[in-house]
């Protein structure tokens, strides 16, 4: 089975701040990552597939990069509605795998 | 618009049997299939299985295999997640999610569920 190992596991950060977010995976997975936004007591978001596409209606200060074993989300310049926990999923192949979470706080 | 909603928390004893819902409507159902995923207190979201709605077609992780039976109501557009023997390990939200049937990445878990606390309490 595949593994997602993702980090930081939080982090804080100020408004206009740019922050990276990184997934490796335990074998490669071409581009077969999507990326999400959760928020507590709400749905996850998609925000980001095939590892670099921007879902639609998401703000272009999201995106991503890599392929095969390593990625990464980065939001440009840090909003205050981006506080939330950020996961990385494979779906490469099942069974999915997700990573453990990012937690971000804005200061 | 696309909406996956679930049903409400529920608190079960050691060894008894829990079964959320996953009511969806605002697509083609015949076209998707159903994840479903957990996330215990503390940990990473663990994937359980899913189901084809055109044709109920399912396929568990081996975690769960022979505990989990997920199910779909064509006539309720609703999508059933039972899962047996609980422990106090099984303490968790439970998520459903959509998934178009050979559609591209976009398609992939795009719309989830708002999510289902299951508590396993003596």
């Known amino acids: 089975d595949i593994q997602m190992t993702q980090s930081p596991s939080s982090l804080s950060a100020s408004v206009g701040d740019r922050v990276t977010i990184t997934c490796r995976a335990s074998?490669?997975?071409?581009?077969?990552i999507n990326w999400y936004q959760h928020k507590p007591g709400k749905a996850p978001k998609l925000l980001i597939y095939g590892a670099s596409n921007l879902q639609s209606g998401v703000p272009s200060r999201f995106s991503g990069s890599g392929s095969g074993t390593d990625f990464t989300l980065t939001i440009s310049s840090l909003q205050p509605e981006d506080g939330a926990t950020y996961f990385c999923?494979?779906?490469?192949?099942?069974?999915?795998?997700f990573g453990q979470g990012t937690k971000l706080e804005i200061k | 618009q696309v909406q996956l909603v679930q049903s409400g928390a529920e608190v079960k004893k050691p060894g008894a049997s829990v079964k959320v819902s996953c009511e969806a409507s605002?697509?083609?159902?015949?076209?998707?299939?159903v994840h479903w995923v957990r996330q215990a207190p503390g940990q990473r979201l663990e994937w359980m299985g899913w189901i084809i709605a055109a044709n109920a077609m399912t396929y568990y992780s081996q975690t769960f295999q022979g505990r989990v039976t997920i199910t779909w109501d064509t006539t309720a557009n609703t999508a059933y997640m039972e899962l047996n023997s609980l422990t106090s390990e099984d303490t968790a939200v439970y998520y459903c999610?959509?998934?178009?049937?050979?559609?591209?990445?976009?398609?992939?878990?795009?719309?989830w569920g708002q999510g289902t606390l299951v508590t396993v309490s003596s």
């Open positions: 999923q494979q779906n490469y192949n099942s069974p999915r795998a």
């Open positions: 074998q490669i997975i071409s581009r077969s």
């Open positions: 999610a959509r998934e178009k049937v050979g559609g591209g990445y976009n398609e992939d878990c795009d719309y």
């Open positions: 605002g697509y083609t159902f015949a076209q998707y299939a």
